[in-house]
Structures are given as C-alpha cells and as structure tokens.
C-alpha cells in the first residue's frame, strides 16, 4: 500500500534532505525510523530536495508498505524515535498511483533577512548589515514573475532538462521583526530561490537597478545574477496537491 508522509525539519544538522554516501540526511534519518517501527524496509520518495542547511515547515514524501492499521500510533511512535529537530505530523493512505513529487502542482519558499544583530537568529536568519529598499525589492520581484526561463538563477552543471518555471507569487513584507521573502512556484531549480534573493537585496542595497533584472534573467548567466544567499535563511513552507489527493485522505 502507499503512503503520504507529512512532516516538518530544522535542517541545520543535516546535509539536505536527500540521502547521501557520506553525510547524514533528513531522508536517511526518516527511513531509519519508519524501517524500525515498520519491521520492513521503507524508501521514502521526497516532494523535493532541500540543500543542507535548508529548513522545512512542510515536506512530504510517499512510500510502500504493508497495511498501517494504527496510522495515529505509528505517528507517536515515530516521533518519539526521531531526533527532536525533524517531527512528523501526517501519515494518510493514497492511491498506488500517487507521487509526492510529480503530482505537486505548487510549493512555497519562505528567505528570513533581519538587518541588525540578534543571537536569537545566529542559525535561522541571514543578517544583512545595510538598510534596505522594500518597494524595489518588491518592484524588482514583480519583474520576475513575468518571466518564466530562470537559468540564470539555477545552479552550474544540474541534470535538468528544462529551466522553465511558473512563479505565481514573490514579495517581501515585514513580519514583526523579520524581513520575509515569499516564492510560490510550479517547480524550482537548484539554488534558485537564495540565488533571487541575493539579486533582490542587490537591488534594495542600490548596488543594481531594476533595469539589472531584465538584463541578468535575458543573459541566462549565473554570474551575471547576485551571490547566493545562506541556506540558513530558506525555509520550504508549503506544498500543494491537487483536490483529490487532500480530499480523500482530509
């Protein structure tokens, strides 16, 4: 049988999300649980993959296994087993066709900026120390949504076939004393959303002009957008399904 898995990380500790030789994962952490409690061998298939460092306030993935009779039970008793800084919050049955990453039809990115010095952000904020220009960076946000080829903002030498992109939603607003940055797209490239942020805060520090946007997104260029931003700031927040998926399964 298949399952949606819900569930939520503080990436700090971890190198990304998706399980590699020599480093620990979110991925191979979650599996080691599930394969546990499950007395099976359980592969999980990720929304996505989120770089180290990189947080998520909601990822979901898919797997096999036999029938979960207690789905309530084997959430308290996984979330007991993991390290306190990953937590699930959902497990659900779909249909043996269901896929965590190609039937998402949207995920949300959120980039925490504070610009003064604050202990309680050392690890999840990036700390710019010049004061910055919200209506540009907003001005200049709007550019990119107008614009769907997003090479220039992709990381060198990945595997992709297409740099096609559908950006529905990016601005910056002020949330108590944090500056956030909000991405809503189909799909996303690697380094993508920090490599948009630096170019915005190019812009609202007045090191580029809105112009800039224009000429660094035709370029196709890396080098030619902003530096990439920490990861320590970048938070997956949100991933969409379509209707049938969320209303069968609440």
């Known amino acids: 049988m298949r399952y949606f898995i819900a569930f939520s990380y503080f990436g700090t500790s971890y190198h990304g999300w998706q399980k590699q030789p020599n480093a620990i994962t979110v991925q191979e952490v979650l599996e ?78 959120e980039y925490w900026v504070t610009t003064y010095k604050n202990p309680f952000y050392i690890s999840n904020t990036h700390l710019v120390k ?22 220039c903002f992709s990381k060198s030498n990945t595997d992709v076939h297409t740099y096609l992109c559908t950006i529905t939603r990016a601005e910056w607003e002020v949330k108590d004393d944090v500056l956030v940055f909000t991405i809503t797209a189909n799909r ?3 380094n993508m959303v920090r490599a948009i942020v630096g170019t915005l805060l190019d812009v ?28 320590k700031g970048l938070y ?10 969320k209303l069968d399964n609440g």
């Open 188 to 190: 996303f490239l690697r």
């Open 236 to 245: 997956l927040t949100k991933i969409e399904y379509p209707s049938h998926i």
């Open 130 to 151: 010049y004061s910055l220009d919200i209506n540009l960076m907003n001005e200049a946000a709007k550019i990119i949504t107008s614009y769907t080829d997003f090479e």
């Open 204 to 231: 609202g520090s007045g090191k580029s002009v809105l112009d800039d946007i224009k000429k660094i997104i035709e370029s196709k260029n890396r080098s030619k957008a902003g530096v990439s931003v920490p990861a």
């Open 32 to 109: 080691k649980s599930l394969s546990t409690l499950l007395r099976e061998t359980i592969v999980l298939m990720g929304a996505g993959r989120t770089d180290t460092g990189v947080h998520a306030k909601q990822m979901y993935a898919h797997f096999d296994a036999e029938e979960v009779e207690n789905k309530k039970d084997l959430i308290h008793r996984v979330n007991a087993f993991l390290p306190e800084d990953i937590a699930v919050d959902n497990i659900f049955e779909v249909s043996n066709e269901a896929h965590a990453r190609f039937d998402a039809v949207s995920r949300t990115y």
